[in-house]
């Protein structure tokens, strides 16, 4: 029995390939968009608690923080 592809199967492996680094770019560029969108909101949300800060209590505000960066990890 003879193991070596034929033109067929190293087509197929080729196209293969192809989609998988197309898949593989299409998954880098939203883990970045995801990561930018991550920390406009950390920092936007640090620059409202920083004007607001001495209306909010300090109990509150360390849980949104801690929202937050549970989030920012996430």
Known sequence: MDNTPTD???ER???LIEE???LQG???KMA???LECKKWTLA???GVLSLKIEAISHLYG???LGVLLAC???
């Open 20 to 22: 998988l680094k197309i």
């Open 72 to 74: 920012f990890i996430f």
């Open 32 to 34: 970045q968009n995801s």
């Open 13 to 15: 492996e080729k196209i």
């Open 44 to 46: 936007l949300a640090v």
């Open 26 to 28: 299409v998954i880098n």
């Open 8 to 10: 067929r199967e190293k």
């Open 62 to 64: 360390l849980c949104v």
